[in-house]
């Protein structure tokens, strides 16, 4: 028979951990957006790519700073949440109820180089590598470690509190929630910009794209007009 308490729990470990992923890429991809709006350039919000498109030319120094923005999300929240995670290990306050899931779905973001590592060359983290003039796999295998420690530190705190079960439940519907915007939700609300359905001629030029792929950004050149030429076919 699971408790009271132990439901509240896993309501809130469903409900905050089952909205997070949407949220947090959001948030990066809004972060990328500033940055750009503050650098002078007019950026193009998607639900999973901030795009900057021609006439725009991005020079490499202004690229970095947006590209750098993004994982700093995930950086400050994660650091966060490892703080008050270990802060409060021992801490049995009822009242921690629903700031343990909030900064549990922080630490989750710390998750984020796991999968960078993978990446290759596909990952802001390994695009400032190649800027800076090092090899693309230091940076991502340089925060490796902090995904490491902020699982640690959710799994040392959830088995101290006794909601190993509950957060088990609410990672699930994360991993549930970030596929649904992903494949789903997120093209339905905010899709990418439609082209003219018109034959055109173009002038070729880099285009930046800061992409958020399956579950970490990337940047990608893509290749589109800078000058439209509008014929009727």
């Known amino acids: 028979m699971i408790s009271a308490q132990q439901?509240?729990?896993y309501i809130a470990a469903?409900?905050?951990?089952?909205?997070?992923?949407?949220?947090?890429?959001?948030?990066?991809?809004c972060v990328h957006c500033f940055a750009a709006m503050v650098l002078g350039f007019d950026p193009?919000?998607?639900?999973?790519?901030t795009l900057i498109l021609p006439p725009q030319i991005v020079d490499p120094t202004n690229l970095a700073i947006i590209t750098a923005s993004g994982p700093l999300v995930e950086l400050v929240l994660a650091l966060w949440a490892i703080w008050w995670l270990s802060s409060n290990r021992r801490n049995q306050?009822?009242?921690?109820?629903?700031s343990t899931w909030v900064f549990s779905a922080f630490a989750l973001s710390g998750l984020r180089w796991c999968k960078v590592v993978f990446d290759g060359i596909h990952s802001d983290e390994a695009w400032l590598s190649t800027f800076l003039g090092l090899d693309h796999h230091l940076l991502p295998f340089t925060f490796l470690p902090l995904s490491f420690v902020a699982a640690f530190s959710l799994f040392r705190f959830h088995r101290e509190h006794r909601t190993l079960r509950p957060f088990g439940v609410g990672f699930g519907l994360s991993i549930v929630s970030?596929?649904?915007?992903?494949?789903?939700?997120?093209?339905?609300?905010?899709?990418y910009p439609k082209m003219p359905n018109k034959r055109v001629e173009i002038n070729l030029r880099p285009v930046v794209a800061l992409t958020h792929g399956c579950s970490s950004n990337i940047i990608v050149p893509i290749y589109a007009c800078s000058r439209w030429q509008v014929t009727h076919s």
């Open 178 to 191: 970030g596929m649904l915007w992903l494949g789903l939700l997120g093209p339905k609300l905010l899709p």
């Open 93 to 98: 306050n009822a009242n921690l109820r629903y």
């Open 44 to 49: 193009i919000l998607t639900y999973a790519e």
């Open 7 to 9: 439901k509240s729990h």
């Open 14 to 29: 469903a409900t905050i951990l089952g909205v997070f992923p949407p949220i947090l890429i959001l948030l990066h991809e």
